[in-house]
Nanobody, 126 residues
Framework: QVQLVESGGGLVQAGGSLRLSCSVS????????MGWFRQAPGKDREFAAG????????LYADSVKGRFTISRDNAKNTVYLQMNNLKPEDTAVYYC???????????????????WGRGTQVSVSS
C-alpha cells in the first residue's frame, strides 16, 4: 500500500521560508516522478512543482518560479519543496503526489498522478 505523508507546513510571515517534506512508503519511489500541488480556500487544486524520477528535470508554475525549489532524495524516499519569499497568496493546503507512469516526464496535470498525500497547511500572513 502506497502512502505519502507531508510535513513542514505552518504559519509564516510574508517574505519567510518553509521547507515541506513528503515521505513515501510502499511501492517503488525511485522510478516515479513526483509533484507538489496546492489548494487555496475556495479555489481548485493547482500544480506548483514537479520533478522527474531521476531529479534531472523540474517544472514550476509561473506563480512560484524563482521562489520554490523541488528536490528529491531517492535513498530516503522523500521529496522536498523549499519555499522562499513566501507571499500571502501562497496560503493553501499543499499536497504531494506520485506519478502514475514509471519513468514518465514531469507533468502539470493532476490526472497523471496516482497517489496523493493528505496535505499540509501553509499559511502566510501579511
Amino acid at each position: 500500500q502506497v502512502q505519502l505523508v507531508e510535513s513542514g507546513g505552518g504559519l509564516v510571515q510574508a517574505g519567510g521560508s518553509l521547507r515541506l517534506s513528503c515521505s513515501v512508503s510502499g511501492g517503488s519511489f525511485s522510478f516515479y516522478g513526483m509533484g507538489w500541488f496546492r489548494q487555496a480556500p475556495g479555489k481548485d487544486r493547482e500544480f506548483a512543482a514537479g520533478i522527474t524520477w531521476s531529479g534531472s528535470r523540474t517544472l514550476y508554475a509561473d506563480s512560484v518560479k524563482g521562489r520554490f525549489t523541488i528536490s528529491r532524495d531517492n535513498a530516503k524516499n522523500t521529496v522536498y519543496l523549499q519555499m522562499n519569499n513566501l507571499k500571502p497568496e501562497d496560503t493553501a493546503v499543499y499536497y504531494c503526489a506520485k506519478a502514475t507512469i514509471r519513468l514518465a516526464a514531469v507533468t502539470t496535470s493532476s490526472s497523471s498522478y496516482e497517489y496523493w498525500g493528505r496535505g499540509t497547511q501553509v499559511s502566510v500572513s501579511s
